[in-house]
């Protein structure tokens, strides 16, 4: 089969498919070393790590070590290419990036908030720098930003409006989301990120992720002239998914009208499943709880409806009716649990088809 490799920097993945780092816990170690193992790139979350209640008085550096855990526990299944996720809104993000750095992990993947800072904190040329971005504006933003360190990122992944969790879209243009499509975004960042290419002599590959089911939609997004893609959602009902098995079984049993947009304390919409903790959201003013750490910077607690870690670490225990199911618009479409090596394989075998 003619699979087309995927190359981050110096980096070269046999398959051009990277597992898109999950928070709360859903993408950790177990997850992300399966999908290294397969030859994609495995994204290890950094978000929400560590224990909770011991987390109260010293928050960042439980949070460090517990990266620094997962990271070990994934390089002792896989010497494969993995990846951290980071994003901008927490409040340790910048301890968190120092981190990765120092663990001389691979890639950086940051998301929700500009990285304009991001090659002051990590000096080393050889650790991928990779921002998520949602349009060509953002992409050229960035590169700008960057002249004064006489750097360029090593890939973008570009999300577009059927993604899982966060999205860098307001609910005005998720309404439109075909306004704002993979297919109409793509040309739009591949066009800004020429001049760059030609000035620092080195390719930009663009990474389209959001609504990516099967292997003819990677197809699909390479020939537009994608390098590679990221997906989530599939890979969340995986038997090496890290996440409760109800997490999971909730994937499978929802119907598509399920799947619905929600206002998240972070300040961004967010896309999940509509279960009880929803359906509660809906109608109460709030949902009383205590911030034991301001874990993100946009966080107004005050006027929160709900703590948005406590519900993610819910859903991730398998609690529901207090947790958070974040997922992607295609969720509705799974039925069943697979390994990571399936998956793969029948995503390789119908990306060659196409
Ligand atoms: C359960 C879940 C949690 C996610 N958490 C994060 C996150 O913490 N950080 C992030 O940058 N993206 C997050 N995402 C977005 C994914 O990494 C990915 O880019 C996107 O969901 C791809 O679309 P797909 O799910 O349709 O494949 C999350 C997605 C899902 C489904």
Redesign the pocket.
Known sequence: MNIPQLTIGKTVCKIPIIQ?????R?SLAGLASAVANEGGVG?I?S?GLGDLEASKNDYERLSKEALIREINKAREITDGHLAV?I?GVLSNADDLVRTVAKENVNTL?F??GLPTKLPLLVEDSEINLVP?ISSARVAELILRSWRKYDRIVDAF?L?GP?????LGFSESQLEESDKYSLEILLPQVLEVIKPYEDKFGKKIPVIA?????TGKDIARMLSLGASGV?????F?CTNECDVSEEFKQAYINAGEDDIVIIKSPVGMPGRAIRNNFIKKIEVLEKVSFRCNYRCLTACQVEKAKFCIADALVNAYYGNLDKGL???????YRLDKIVSVKELINELITELSEA
Not at 230 to 234: D, L
Not at 325 to 331: K, Y
């Open positions: 898109g780092g999950m928070g709360v859903v994204t979350s978000i996720n994003m993947v998301g929700a998520i992944i999300e059927l993604a899982g969790g966060h992720a959001g609504g990516i089911y990221q997906m989530a959602t599939r969340v199911i974040f997922c992607g618009r295609n969720a």
